[in-house]
């Protein structure tokens, strides 16, 4: 591994995913992952195990990650943001984050982190809805209610608020006041991110919805929405 | 009848458990006085529901009606759910900035070390890490 104080400009990638009880499916897709990419002079995997009940984290080290565990369960956006600390530690310039239950597809990294590698954007998200063909119909309608209340609430114009395909311009990510460590995160960091001034840019992905991922106690219910909903106007209220 | 009998398993149930926490050294001895005054109070009013009408003429006089109580005993209750959720917040805030420190600690040799500097500068930056 070249060491991150080196004195020849890299650009190091990390590839971010929170996990929580993944094992099924988390070698498979760390194996789906690209080891190269063109732009990118080294890939890092790092695997977020938020405090896994079942052998994700040591599944994801045999399978070449580095493991980062949270204690205790905390939710996928601390987790995202426990592996954007990570990245930045081990000298990434670039992050992406994808979730770990295999709906992303991985060869669409390259697209997603093009506009921060072009060094067009602070943050890029993948948008499922701006291709949703495939997508189910609820998820649509709950994605679409989500980006409603945030344009309207925030004046923030999204066509994915909810999605976790997300790149990052690592020396940027210190500017964002995160503070919320649910599914409510997606979110919020689109709004520190207004906040902050970011450089915004959206590129269609395409979701990859199998009975895996869409499994009970994955994804976003409609009534955890309304939870989100609650959290997010506590957070601005409260500063 | 009814009323009463469910006030006092309430407050049987707070005081029980406020005199446990207090035996074991979790509660300091005002919270412990606080919690039994105030549920002796409600029990008081429970079983004589005839003290809310000498209280109210003997000492804030007719001029103070029920609705008063209970709009006090509303802001009161609204005040208290807010500082609960100030301290949880708070709590939570604490404990999410304690998990992703043990966390980075996972990190390969030297690189926990800058993760920290790392978590240091931006608490310092900002209010919310």
Redesign the interface.
Known sequence: ?AS?TSSAPTTVLAIILPAYNEAGQIGTVLDDLPDRLPGVDRIERIV?DDGSRDATGPIARTHGA???????N?GVG?AR??GL??A???GATVAVTLDADGQHDPDEISTVIAPVLAGQADLVVGSRLMNPAGMPPIKRLVNRSANLFLRLAWGIHSTDSQSGFRAYRVVSV?RL???T?GYEADTEILIAAQEAKFRVIEVPIRAIYTEYSTGAGRGQSLLNSITIVLRLI?RTI?G | MLATAIVGFFAALVIAKSFDEFRRGREAFPVFLFWVITWLAVLLVAVFPSVTVWLRQEVFGPAVGLGTFFGIALVFLLFLSYRLYLKTDRVERDLNALITQLALRDLPGGQEEKARSNQGSRDQASPHP
């Open positions: 591994m991150p977020v580095i493991v980062v565990r949270h204690r205790l905390r601390l943001r426990t600390a990570a930045r530690a081990i210190n006041r995160l503070r460590s506590i409260t």
